[in-house]
């Protein structure tokens, strides 16, 4: 069982490339996440997506694009690279979105290092 | 505004001694509250959990304790072991949100051997 993969594990741009971050679960989850951490920051979220077909802004979306593309792959896109966006990127999923009891348990993927120069 | 605060970016304990990382929190409608455990190169993974209708949640090793007065939690791990050397992060959840957890800043936790 995987779980939740992302690829790729490491990636480095420079400033104003793009790239899109990628993200799979198979666990047949309702809700998806991307986080970011940075040192000293903890995990802030990105954007998240409470279902297929919707997302919404989380704490830090600045800079950043999603698309749900169905139900198991949601994907993260950083249109023009700025160093600010060098971070550890985790995308996670859950079965239901928060208020959901026991279902707002994250499961996280093994993330991805990205570094812009 | 930070509403789950961890205010020890590090904490280092004898092996086979009692482990106490704490978490405090600003927001009262939170009413979930986990602990994940994560490894270098590694995504976080789940530890434990407790609704707020609960003050205490106990798996193993591992006890949370929860005191809703003074809007803090805590992570006991007895006995420690070098394998619980991790960063440790306090997250929390309020009903009706699908924005998922909001999580602390993280304690390096050092078992010394």
């Known amino acids: 069982n995987a779980g939740v993969t992302q690829t790729p594990k490491f990636q480095v741009l420079k400033t104003g490339q793009s790239m899109t971050l990628q993200c799979a679960q198979d666990?047949?989850?309702?809700?998806m996440y991307w986080y970011r951490q940075d040192p000293g920051m903890g995990l802030r979220l990105i954007y998240y997506?409470?279902?297929?077909?919707?997302?919404d802004k989380g704490e830090v979306p600045n800079g950043y694009n999603v698309s749900r593309l169905n139900k198991r792959e949601f994907s993260l896109r950083l249109e023009s690279a700025a160093p600010s966006q060098t971070s550890v990127y985790f995308c996670a999923s859950s079965e239901g979105g928060a208020g959901a009891g026991t279902n707002e348990k994250l499961f996280f993927g093994s993330g991805t290092q990205l570094s812009v120069l | 505004d930070q509403q789950v605060k961890q205010n020890s970016p590090s904490l280092s304990v004898q092996e086979g001694r009692i482990s106490i990382l704490n978490c405090d929190y600003t927001?009262?409608?939170?009413?979930?509250f986990l602990w994940y455990k994560k490894y270098p190169a590694e995504g976080p993974t789940f530890l434990i959990s407790i609704s707020s209708i609960k003050d205490k949640n106990e798996d193993g090793r591992f006890t949370v304790f929860l005191n809703k007065s003074a809007k803090h939690l805590s992570l006991h791990i007895v006995p420690s072991q070098p394998g619980d050397s991790a960063v440790y992060f306090c997250a929390a959840s309020w009903p009706g949100g699908a924005d998922g957890l909001t999580f602390g800043k993280g304690t390096h936790l050092i078992i010394q051997p």
């Open positions: 997506s409470a279902s297929e077909g919707t997302t």
């Open positions: 927001n009262s409608m939170f009413d979930y």
């Open positions: 666990m047949n989850h309702n809700s």
